[in-house]
């Protein structure tokens, strides 16, 4: 199994997992952090501290959708009323999981105390049976060369011990990892890495590719935090995390199908023939001659996934899919490859390796016809199966996405400009035919030259691919932008904020499904709904609400990774239960909305986004959501504004949040997180939008002289001053138009 180490969200470190289980307890009852003040604890030997240990360590084995195993790692207790820690990458999401102690006994996992993504970390609540807890160090105060211990499950040998020393700590995004010199391998992962006086220091996470005698570990001072401040999800829910709609899917022969944000994917062999699974649609397809479509990227191509159709209830279906590279057409008429007929298989210069491909079928009245990216593959008489099954397949061990699926008697087709327009882009693009081999022969007689025009020739390619990206980008941008400004224009009743903040991710993502990120949060609020009763109080609604989002669904402010961008993303907010305060604002107040809970409004506190309850003739109450909804006093979020603002604040003064208010602060943290980790010129389309949603001139004005300094900043020097100009123009208040209409003058 791999991982990528907990950091920035894309960091391209892939490393093979592992865990080392812990080394345990010496007696304790709960863990505790070890005073430095206190007299030097006992030094113990290896052999001494895996005997002690030993009634700390669990298994830990996450389990596949179909109940079958899925994988093996490492945990410790680290509280005797019930908690065990172990690797999030252990127990995955929306995975059943069990926990075995080492005398044999079977844990029940009641729920998720507390998680983490950025760091890996995950604390399980489990039904205690007079566990030991192990206490915990502090790694803050562990120089290198210090010896250590850990015990685990590598491979799946249960209570292996090694040792070795700290060799360093290595940086990986924004998280230090500690670098431990001693062999790690795969089932290690989650367990504890101890010193000589048995006190966790680290939670083996990660191996080295470089040398099997090298790996990494979690420092035990991030484990603290979730202990601190739990954000705990029962189990029955956690399970459900990223899970299919059961209403519209059902998936068969194993695998590990999950949805996210409209993108379904697939991961893991299936238990049929040749690493064989799939997913029915729910919904048979429509009677007669019908189509249907999916647009699918493979992470493999040595694997394959696609499309089902045609099937029956005892599994037979035909299949469309890509297969190393190629598309193939079969007909599965039972359970192995005897029972198989491949149809068609042949190569298409329409479909794109690595890349997403849509797939698209007309099936019946004895006929199927297969396209790729518009471009028909095959058409063949074939009427052997004459089902209304229809859904998804995946074969071999590939990793697959999904997006798009669609099943209707006639669909419409792709997008297709206009084809004079064609000409016109095609008329303007350099494209030089391929060079024929006849021409080598000539071509390596002057081979220095040749070498210079062929890269010369490459780069002027690699500058309009650039151009016609950049170009690409911009439309997407605009039509953001026309979108969003739409949705705000509807004016402050009419306008839906959830969706005007997944605009501002639809920036970011393109392909993201907005009104399928829209349905999850729909789904939350019915949820929700169904819990407040009419009898209930305000004050009662309230608590229910806070209960709901905070304690059965795990949401909770981003600890360790506050400026990803994904906590600014409302849909991956919502999926991964973890943000900023003014997204998981918009969580809470849509909710309430959707809940009939009445009087919720946004609070635009300096530097710290909090909700106020205000209910008609009740006594009104901040609530910090990025704290779990806990209750603020109003002195409280004065001084919290005022340490932001850097002068007094009056929170109880303050009016609610305009939608568009929020929008703007949203995009403005986008645009400040993005230009202070990667520059002006990248946060510039957060400032074009600014610039769009204004509603005044004055407002304008302000958002112009903020993109006129990106704009100087990143090279468009002409670009500054039509927006200076601009601000000539308006001519707002506490400007010194005269003075800068000079200098734009001086400029000419």
């Known amino acids: 199994m791999l991982f990528r180490l907990p950091s920035h969200r894309g960091v391209p470190l892939r490393i093979a997992t592992i865990a080392i289980s812990g080394i345990v307890g010496l007696g304790a009852e709960t863990a505790a952090r070890a005073d430095p003040r206190e007299e030097p604890a006992p030094l113990w030997s290896t052999e001494q501290l895996a005997r002690r240990a030993r009634d700390s360590l ?61 760091v890996d970390l995950a604390i399980l609540r489990v039904a205690p049976t007079n566990l030991t807890a192990l206490p915990l160090g502090d790694s803050d105060r562990l120089a290198p060369g210090a010896e250590l211990v850990a015990m685990g499950n590598p491979m799946g040998l249960e209570h292996s011990v090694v040792a070795g020393v700290l060799s360093g700590r290595r940086t990986f995004g924004e998280v230090e990892l500690l670098q431990i010199a001693l062999p790690i391998e795969p089932g290690n992962s989650g367990g504890p890495l101890l010193d000589r006086s048995g006190r966790v220091q680290g939670v083996v996470s990660a191996k080295s590719l470089v040398t099997r005698n090298l790996g990494f570990a979690i420092p035990v001072s991030l484990l603290q935090p979730l202990l601190d401040r739990p954000n705990p999800i029962p189990m029955h829910r956690w399970v459900r995390s990223g899970a299919l709609d059961p209403a519209r899917w059902e998936p068969h022969l194993g695998s590990r199908w999950r949805q996210r944000s409209g993108r379904i994917r697939v991961e893991g062999l299936g238990t049929g023939f040749g690493g064989r699974s799939y997913l029915l649609h729910l919904e048979p397809a429509p009677e007669g001659a019908h189509e249907l479509t999916v647009t699918v990227r493979l992470e493999n191509e040595s694997g394959a996934a696609g499309l089902i159709f045609g099937g029956t209830d005892d599994g037979r279906h035909y299949g469309f899919y890509p297969t190393g590279g190629q598309l193939r057409l079969t007909a599965f008429e039972g359970a192995d490859i005897g029972s198989w007929r491949i149809l068609r298989t042949v190569p298409s210069p329409a479909y794109r390796p690595g890349d997403w491909n849509t797939l698209r079928v007309r099936f019946g009245e004895g006929r199927i016809k297969c396209q790729v990216n518009g471009t028909e593959v095959f058409s063949v008489a074939d009427d052997a199966l004459a089902g209304r099954v229809v859904g998804l397949a995946k074969f071999r061990d590939t990793v697959a996405e999904f997006r798009g699926f669609a099943c209707e008697t006639t669909l419409a087709g792709p997008p297709a400009l206009d084809p004079t327009l064609v000409s016109a882009l ?83 993502n393109p392909d993201l499904d907005v009104a399928e990120s829209r349905r999850q949060l729909d789904a939350l609020g019915a949820e929700l709904r169904e819990r407040i009763r009419d009898s209930m109080s305000p004050a009662e609604q309230l608590d229910e609400l806070r209960r709901f989002l905070f304690e059965d669904n795990g949401f909770h402010g981003s600890r360790h990774d506050y400026y990803n961008r994904a906590n600014s993303h409302l849909n991956e907010v919502i999926e991964d239960r973890e943000g900023l305060p003014i997204t998981l604002s918009i969580v809470f107040m849509a909710l309430a909305e959707r809940a009939g809970i009445r009087d919720i409004s946004g609070v635009p506190l300096p530097g710290h986004f909090v909700v106020r309850h205000a209910p008609p003739g009740g006594e009104a109450c901040l609530i910090d959501v990025f704290e779990g909804g806990r209750r603020l006093a109003h002195t409280e979020a004065d001084a919290l504004g005022a340490l932001h603002a850097g002068a007094p604040v009056r929170s109880d003064l303050m009016a609610a949040a305009t939608k568009r208010a929020i929008v703007v602060r949203l995009l403005t943290n986008l645009q400040s997180f993005t230009e202070r980790d990667e520059g002006a010129a990248a946060s510039l389309r957060y400032a074009d939008l600014l610039v769009g949603i204004a509603d005044s001139p004055w407002s304008e004005a302000g958002q112009r002289m903020l993109r006129a300094r990106l704009r100087s900043q990143a090279g468009d020097v002409a670009g500054a001053r039509d927006d200076l100009r601009k601000v000539v123009d308006i001519a707002p208040p506490g400007v010194d138009v005269e003075g800068l209409s000079a200098l734009l003058d001086a400029g000419n």
């Open 58 to 118: 669990v298994v830990v084995a996450a389990r596949g959708r179909d109940g079958s195993g899925n994988g093996i790692g490492t945990g410790f207790v680290v509280d005797s009323s019930g908690l065990v820690a172990t690797c999030l990458h252990v127990v995955g999401e929306a995975r059943p999981i069990s926990i075995r102690l080492a005398s044999g006994v079977e844990l029940e996992v009641t729920g998720i105390h507390a998680f983490d993504r950025h």
């Open 426 to 508: 095609d008329a303007t693009a350099p494209r030089p035919a391929p060079v024929p081999e006849t021409l080598l022969p000539a071509l390596r007689t002057n081979l220095a030259a040749a070498r210079a025009f062929l890269s010369d020739r490459a780069r002027l390619l690699d500058g309009e691919a650039s151009r016609l990206r950049a170009l690409a980008g911009r439309l997407h941008q605009e039509r953001v932008l026309e979108e969003l400004v739409a949705e705000l224009d509807l004016g402050e009743d009419r306008a839906d904020l959830p969706r005007a903040a997944l605009l501002v991710a639809w920036l970011d």
